[in-house]
């Protein structure tokens, strides 16, 4: 620290000579000079001096009879006449500090967390919609009514913040974890279920309608299962009218299901030749510049890798650089072994079990085949299943003739 | 002579007493010299007058009552001030005179 203040006032390294520099120093304390690094070369003595004191030691010499030499200057009062004489780095260093104060002005970046069911696109076509972009003035930007907007927009967003931390604009959100309650239209009640498949009846629970089916029943597709429409009886046992109802019923049907999968015999493969070629290039913002360059290959495809140097994410400025790499390669075409045909079948034939398992289908029977066909590998599998099934319809309205449900 | 000598002792002890008994600072009541020396590498010293001679292995100072002589190899002075002063270098002797 006070090397730091003695830099900043400056000091001198002079070399005192002559009948008593003893007397010199003597008067340089008296004075209230300070003096340090007192060294005796031969018959004169090296000292530092501050800039202040040695502007008071002229009369102390002409007394004592010695002679001052200076033998360097060190310190800022005479650093800077020297760096101001540079003319061209002195405008580089307003240029720069001009530059750091008006990009400080805008908004060079924007972080958003705490998205889940939103994407961070729909979220940036929403930004951009309301005039909030990279690049955009700081005091242009209203935080509190793009909160609003925010939460305006996406009913999903419980809780909006935006804040600015220097030239970024964070913002955070927290989204709604349970589903949203969508507004059923209203309907008249009166439906039925029916049945999706051609199949036997396993089961049949009934919470409201009437059933028309019995277990062990075969049905067809289409035929009503549940009926939406309940009778009420007169005394007479004729009906009076009816009641309509939603039908809800869990029914499990049995039935045949089949499944074919078709695999060609060969396929194409890319391989890689080996050969690449990468170019270089610089992206500000939305625009890029790179070297032209024609077709590098026939066949190609190309890696882009974008990284942004450290210091200027530290920055915060949307500078990136990139490499295009193109790799050439051949499409070849390979024939299916035994193995891999069966392995790619079994694959497809697994993925519709999982869907089967999914919709709570249950297995009860099951005969797959894998056979090579002319010109295709071909997987046919029979099944028999349980299901459960039940569409809804809408039911018959009968309307009762009042006079005849009187008498 | 002995007899002065002997007067200035005598006064000497009784300003010592009066100001023990007061107690009061000795150093700038007495205007004694003040040395701090940290090993044999660095001496700090207060409440003196000046330099009487400066070499590289003898300082002499001038002090209020007496003068006090530094000797040693490659003796350098710190820094030099109105107050106080450090004398930095290999030590060997320090002597009143």
Redesign the interface.
């Known amino acids: 620290m006070i090397k730091f203040l003695k830099y900043m006032k400056g000091y001198l390294r002079v070399r005192i000579q002559g009948f008593s ?3 010199f ?2 008067l ?3 004075k ?1 000079i ?7 070369e031969g018959d004169a ?1 090296c ?1 530092n001096i501050t800039l202040k004191g040695f502007w008071e030691i002229r009369p102390i010499v002409k007394k004592t009879g010695t002679r001052v030499a200076i033998l360097e200057r060190y310190g800022l009062p005479f650093f800077l006449p020297k760096l101001l004489k540079r003319k061209m780095f002195v405008a580089g260093l307003i240029l720069a500090v001009g530059f750091w104060l008006v990009s400080s002005l805008f908004i060079w970046d924007i972080r958003l967390t705490g998205n889940y069911q939103i994407t961070d696109d729909v979220f940036r076509s929403f930004l951009e919609e309301n005039q909030v972009k990279i690049g955009m003035r700081r005091d242009t930007l209203d935080i509190e009514e793009l909160e609003k907007q925010i939460r305006r927009q996406f009913p999903q967003i419980t809780w909006a913040s935006a804040r600015l931390d220097g030239v970024r604009l964070l913002i955070d959100i927290k989204e709604n974890d349970a589903p949203i309650q969508e507004q059923k239209p209203q309907t008249i009640p009166g439906t039925d279920l029916v049945a999706d498949y051609n199949g036997r009846v396993v089961s049949i629970i009934v919470r409201s309608g009437v059933p028309k089916v019995a277990i062990g029943d075969t049905v067809e597709k289409g035929t009503i299962l549940v009926e939406g429409k309940v009778p009420v009886y007169n005394e007479d046992t004729t009906v009076r009218e009816y009641r309509y109802v939603d039908a809800d019923a869990d029914i499990i049907l049995e039935h045949a299901a089949e499944f074919t999968a078709e695999l060609p015999l060969t396929h194409t493969e890319k391989r890689y030749t080996g050969r690449e070629k990468s170019i270089h290039y610089i992206k500000l913002g939305d625009r890029s510049w790179a070297l032209p360059q024609n077709r590098p290959f026939l066949v190609y495809d190309a890696v882009i890798r974008e990284s942004r140097p450290l210091m200027l994410e530290r920055l915060d400025l949307p500078a990136f650089l990139g490499t295009v790499t193109y790799r050439e390669y051949q499409n070849t075409e390979y024939l299916y072994t035994e193995e891999e045909a069966k392995a790619h079948l079994n694959q497809k034939l697994m993925d519709f079990l999982a869907e089967l398992d999914e919709k709570g289908v249950q297995i009860i029977e099951k005969d797959v085949r894998i056979e090579k066909g002319t010109d295709a590998w071909a997987l046919t599998g029979q099944f028999l299943v349980q299901e459960p099934v039940g569409e809804r319809a809408e039911t018959e309205r009968i309307e009762v003739n009042e006079t005849e449900a009187d008498g | 002579m002995k007899r002065n000598n002997d007067r200035i002792q005598k006064s000497e002890t009784r300003k010592e007493s009066l100001i023990d008994s007061l107690r009061l600072p000795k150093d700038i009541c007495m205007g004694a010299m003040k040395i701090t020396l940290t090993g044999n590498r660095e001496a700090w010293i207060e409440n003196y007058r000046g330099i009487l001679e400066y070499t590289e292995c003898q300082i002499l100072l001038q002090g209020r009552t007496c003068q006090v002589c530094f000797e040693g190899s490659r003796l350098s002075i710190d820094y030099y001030t109105n107050e106080d002063m450090k004398i930095s270098g290999c030590i060997s002797c320090v002597k009143y005179i």
């Not at chain 1, 300070?34 to 005796?40: N, P």
């Open positions: 520099p003893e007397r120093m003597n340089c304390s008296n209230g300070l003096l340090w690094d007192i060294v005796r003595y000292m």
